[in-house]
C-alpha cells in the first residue's frame, strides 16, 4: 500500500480557501486517492475521490499533478463545521477489494 | 440506498467480560466488510476484513476476533476484555465489483475498558 503524508494540523478563518495536501511518492499505476473528513466520535465521511487532474464536487475540489505523486483537497469558504480530521488515502483499483490504511490525517480548524 | 448499522453506540465494560459489537449492512450483497479501531487521537487502524461469509483476515495479532456468519453482518467479539481495547470501533463496508469502491463508515461504537 501507498504511504501518504500530511501535514498534522490547519488553521483557517471562516470564509476562506483551505487546501490540504498528501504526499504519496510511491503511489501505483492503480491507485485512487481518496479523501474522507471525521468529526469527533462518528465514523469517517467521504469526500471526493479521484485518479488525476482534477475532479469536483457540492463540497469540495481535489487537484492531481500529473505525476500524481501528491494531491490537494480544496475546501471553498470554509467555515465553522469544517473543523473536522481529514484523511488522504491511496486505494489499489484494480480489483474489487480496497485494504485502507488510514494515517493521522489533519487537523483543521476553523475559526470565526 | 445503502445504509451501515452499528451496535451499541456506547459500551463501558470490566476488564476480563466478554464483548460483542454487531455490525450489519443493507441495501446492497455480498460486500466487503472492515472493522476499524481508533484510540483518541489517533487514527484508524485496521483490525479485519472480511470478502466474504466466513472469511476473515487480521491485520494485527490482538485480543479480539471477528466473524461473519451472513452476508451482511459482521461482528467483533473477545472472550476477556483488556484495558487496552478501549477504544472507538468503526465497522466499514465496500462494493466488491471491480474497480474503485469508496468504503463507508458506521457512525461507531464507543468502548470503555474499566
Known amino acids: 500500500l501507498a504511504k501518504t503524508t500530511q501535514p498534522i494540523s490547519m488553521d483557517s478563518y471562516e470564509g476562506q480557501e483551505v487546501n490540504i495536501t498528501c504526499s504519496h511518492n510511491n503511489i501505483a499505476t492503480n491507485d485512487y486517492i481518496?479523501?474522507?473528513?471525521q468529526f469527533?466520535?462518528?465514523?469517517p465521511r467521504f469526500i471526493i475521490q479521484g485518479y488525476k487532474t482534477k475532479v469536483t464536487n457540492e463540497v469540495a475540489s481535489l487537484f492531481i499533478?500529473?505525476?500524481r505523486k501528491s494531491s490537494t483537497l480544496s475546501l471553498p469558504r470554509v467555515s465553522l463545521s469544517d473543523t473536522a480530521v481529514y484523511y488522504c488515502l491511496v486505494a489499489y483499483g484494480d480489483t474489487g477489494f480496497q485494504k485502507l490504511v488510514f494515517g493521522t490525517g489533519?487537523?483543521?480548524?476553523?475559526?470565526p | 440506498s445503502q445504509t451501515i448499522h452499528q451496535w451499541p453506540a456506547t459500551?463501558?465494560?470490566p476488564v476480563g467480560s466478554p464483548l460483542s459489537l454487531?455490525?450489519?449492512v443493507e441495501g446492497t450483497s455480498n460486500p466487503n466488510l472492515y472493522w476499524?479501531?481508533?484510540?483518541?487521537g489517533r487514527g484508524l487502524q485496521l483490525l479485519f476484513y472480511s470478502v466474504g461469509i466466513g472469511q476473515i483476515s487480521s491485520e494485527v495479532p490482538q485480543n479480539?476476533?471477528?466473524?461473519r456468519p451472513q452476508d451482511r453482518q459482521f461482528i467483533l467479539s473477545s472472550k476477556k476484555l483488556l484495558l487496552s481495547d478501549s477504544g472507538f470501533y468503526l465497522c466499514a463496508w465496500s462494493g466488491s465489483g471491480q474497480g474503485i469502491n469508496t468504503i463507508y463508515f458506521g457512525e461507531g461504537s464507543w468502548l470503555t475498558v474499566v
Open chain 2, 22 to 24: 454487531e455490525c450489519t
Open chain 2, 64 to 67: 479480539l476476533s471477528a466473524s
Open chain 2, 36 to 40: 476499524y479501531r481508533q484510540a483518541a
Open chain 2, 11 to 13: 459500551l463501558v465494560q
Open chain 1, 106 to 111: 489533519t487537523r483543521l480548524l476553523v475559526s
Open chain 1, 34 to 37: 481518496t479523501w474522507y473528513q
Open chain 1, 65 to 67: 499533478p500529473a505525476d
Open chain 1, 40 to 43: 469527533p466520535s462518528q465514523g
